[in-house]
């Protein structure tokens, strides 16, 4: 098994032991080890899926779950009016440095604009 993906297994697993801020049937959400604003929280698929090229019509269902996760822990969290970005890295032109389907949620203060 890839250490990479492996980090993630191992925090659903209980093997590493994470602050998970909330776990359901379908997803898991936790703290960032190094996060990259006030509030980033890591929001995953209870089940392995290496990275968004590896999703069918099957995953529906909890990638429709990871979003709604976000929104809730945003409202949760107090971010939800100042607002917030959602990030997902595909492979390495995108970043993904763990191959491990996951999306940041990030807040609590005012992000880059990487698109101007
Ligand atoms: P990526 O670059 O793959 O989109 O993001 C991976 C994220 O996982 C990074 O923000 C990194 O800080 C986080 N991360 C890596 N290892 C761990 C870990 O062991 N625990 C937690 N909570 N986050 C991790």
Redesign the pocket.
Known sequence: MNNKKN?FQQ?LSKK?I?NIIYQDDLVTA?????PQSPIHI?IIPNIFIQTLNNINHKHELILGRMLLVASKIAKKKKIHKSGYRIVI?CNVHG????FYL?M?LLGGRQGVNIFF
């Open positions: 980090i925090i590493i994470t936790f703290n960032d080890i190094k890591l890295n970043c993904q440095t763990i996951h940041h």
